[in-house]
């Protein structure tokens, strides 16, 4: 599965932007996470292609919202009142089996898109 996001840019504090994750072959599973500089990759949400299941953390719970286009195998991150801390390297990926939660369960990794955030 070759993942390739986009949708990163220099964006004002308060505002929305949308990331898109274009898949080569539905995974069962399909997540975001992001790394800011000098932090650990963190986890942000997943979904199931057939959006049965979604799954986010609780520090975006609310603000995010992840879902999918099967007609264009691609996956959306929204992110709404982006906040100075959600500046980072945005990824996306995939499993086969199960939703990718955690780092430790991405089968395959996109090759990520910058998100800046001005205050």
């Known amino acids: 599965v070759q993942l390739q996001a986009s949708g990163g840019g220099l964006v004002q504090a308060g505002v929305s932007l949308t990331l898109s994750c274009a898949a080569s072959?539905?995974?069962?599973?399909m997540g975001w996470f992001h790394q800011a500089p000098g932090k650990d990759l963190e986890f942000l949400a997943a979904?199931?292609?057939?959006?049965?299941?979604?799954y986010y953390a609780d520090s975006v719970k609310g603000r995010f919202t992840i879902s999918t286009d099967n007609a264009k195998n691609t996956v959306y991150l929204q992110m709404n009142s982006l906040k100075p801390e959600d500046a980072a390297v945005y990824y996306c990926?995939?499993?086969?089996?199960?939703?990718?939660?955690?780092?430790?369960?991405?089968?395959?990794w996109g090759q990520g898109t910058l998100v800046t955030v001005s205050s």
């Open positions: 979904i199931t292609w057939s959006e049965s299941t979604t």
């Open positions: 990926a995939a499993n086969r089996r199960v939703l990718p939660r955690k780092s430790t369960l991405v089968d395959y």
């Open positions: 072959e539905r995974a069962y599973g």
